[in-house]
Nanobody
Framework: QVQLVESGGGLVQAGGSLRLSCAASVSIFSINNMGWYRQAPGKQRDLVAVITTEGRTTYADSVKGRFTISRENAKNTVYLQMNSLKAEDTAVYYC?????????WGQGTQVTVSS
């Protein structure tokens, strides 16, 4: 069982920055796949960024060059640095961990970008 707690969301003006954190209840050293997803009102939940234990990253085209995912195994935490935010980045952001074939989700954190 993995519990995930996101933090760092809030209201920011377009062009601004936020850093989201996802703290896990267990060591993430061996969790191969951790990522951030987002869901805007009335839309499906979409991938934002994923990072593996080897540090390989994958990003949605819409955030490439603006967002950076990283992991700090010693703190059991995954981060999402979001720069040059746009109104269309407004959504609830969720952290996900895939471990031993199971997917675990956090409760989400709201990000609102005002234009």
């Amino acid at each position: 069982q993995v519990q995930l707690v996101e933090s760092g969301g809030g209201l920011v003006q377009a062009g601004g920055s936020l850093r989201l954190s996802c703290a896990a209840s267990v060591s993430i050293f061996s969790i191969n796949n951790m990522g951030w997803y987002r869901q805007a009102p009335g839309k499906q939940r979409d991938l934002v960024a994923v990072i593996t234990t080897e540090g390989r990253t994958t990003y949605a085209d819409s955030v490439k060059g603006r967002f950076t995912i990283s992991r700090e195994n010693a703190k059991n935490t995954v981060y999402l640095q979001m720069n040059s935010l746009k109104a269309e980045d407004t959504a609830v952001y969720y952290c996900k961990a895939r471990n031993s074939g199971w997917d675990y989700w956090g409760q989400g954190t709201q990000v609102t970008v005002s234009s």
